[in-house]
């Protein structure tokens, strides 16, 4: 059965409406079509005017394609690795080689689970050290024999319990940023729906990174920064349009590449539309990237994130 946010309930009522309006005027073609170009104008409108809550909102909708949705729909011949050849296996993160558009990839994706049973065993798509370990130990795999790596983000951010951060939770993002920061391959990432902080940003130290329209990337969940800044969970909103988390105002700040077309009501809309985005813009991005030598490649890294937060002064 469909999930509705609450938003998405006010757009339900009035589709309803329109039905009901529809029936009644379906001997008149004319009328029906003119009712439906005004449902479709203010269905535009509406989803044109989404606050950053909302996308947050959408970006953790249940029904919103997961990393497994892409695996098995985008990808081909995927072949699962697992264990961090340290401790353990963690299962936030999917880790492996695939086919991607006849090009042999590395992928790397967050996996927040469907149901119950899944959610626990997925960690709720939080990552763990050894799920850091494990990604890095395919990466570095992925180096050796010259594969692009692909990743896939969706996480409300790392593990935060104790266990974690005795396995060393801390030095195993770190050393993820530090690695993938100097890989002589293309690595492209793709936020396919929540990007939470450094949980997110250790496997999308990126050539290119992607985000879905309603996406969101930010170095807090909003309800960790309404939290601190206000004490109060009430402030969420405030807390979202404040970080600035949003796939719009990230690629004017420069922080992402490039912004992956969604349904006009959400990637859970229409799966096949959102498969078909993904492939079209990761597959643009990566043969630019495979055009460069593996210095070249490093050096483009390096390029992409001192830009980030540059400034000029006026004298």
Known sequence: MAVLLEFEKKVERLRRKIEELKEKGKHDPQVIREIEEKFQKKIEEFYSNLTPWDKVLLARHPDRP?????????????????????????????????????????VIAQEKGRDTKDKIARNFGMPTPEDYRKALRVMKLAEKFGKPIITLVDTPGAFPGIEAEEHGQSE???????????????????????????????????????????????????EGCAAILWQSQDKVKEAAEALKLTSKYLK???????????????AHKDYKFTFQKFEEYVNKHLKELLKMSPEELKKDRYRKFRKIGSYQSQE
Do not use: Q
């Open 66 to 106: 997961h990393a497994i949705d892409f695996i098995n729909n985008v990808f081909e011949e995927f072949i699962e690795l697992h264990g961090d050849r340290h401790c353990g296996d963690g299962k936030a993160i999917i880790a492996g080689f695939a086919y991607f558009k006849g090009i042999p990839v590395c």
């Open 172 to 222: 195993a993002i770190a050393r993820n940023l530090l690695e993938m920061s100097r890989l002589k391959v293309p690595v492209v990432s793709v936020v396919i729906g929540e990007g939470g902080s450094g949980g997110a940003l250790a496997i999308s130290v990126a050539n290119r990174l992607l985000m879905y329209k309603n996406a969101v990337y930010s170095v807090i969940s909003p």
């Open 252 to 266: 004017e700040l420069g922080i992402i590449d490039d912004i992956i077309p969604e349904p006009l009501e959400g």
